[in-house]
């Protein structure tokens, strides 16, 4: 069940990314071929789509590690209560015996 997930979620990162090509080179013709924006207003677009660009993915990079931290954090709790809970459980067994 794991690599069904794994190869599910692989098949979902290609269409986004194909997406996000087809997403640029439409964009990219779209610049190219209007005739009424000077160069220089292109360029400004062109490097505030890639600012953009490059934000959006350190956010989205920052989500995940804080989602992957806060994971961690519980599992390290989790374990850690698991453990109480087997140390009290474990010695009232010794003091009964």
């Known amino acids: ?7 599910d979620n ?3 990162i290609f269409f986004n990314g194909i997406g996000v090509v087809i997403a640029y080179a439409m964009l990219g013709l779209s610049l190219y071929m209007s005739t009424d924006v000077p160069l220089a207003t292109k360029g400004y677009w ?9 934000s959006l993915v350190n956010f989205v990079k920052l ?12 599992r390290v ?3 850690r209560n ?11 067994d010794d003091k009964a015996a």
């Open 63 to 74: 989500r995940f590690d804080e989602r992957l931290s806060e994971d961690r954090i519980t």
């Open 1 to 7: 069940m794991s690599n069904f997930n794994k190869s």
């Open 46 to 54: 062109g490097i505030g789509i890639l600012l953009l660009t490059l």
């Open 82 to 92: 698991e453990r109480l809970l087997s140390e009290y459980i474990g010695g009232e």
């Open 10 to 12: 692989g098949l979902i």
């Open 77 to 79: 709790e989790e374990a």
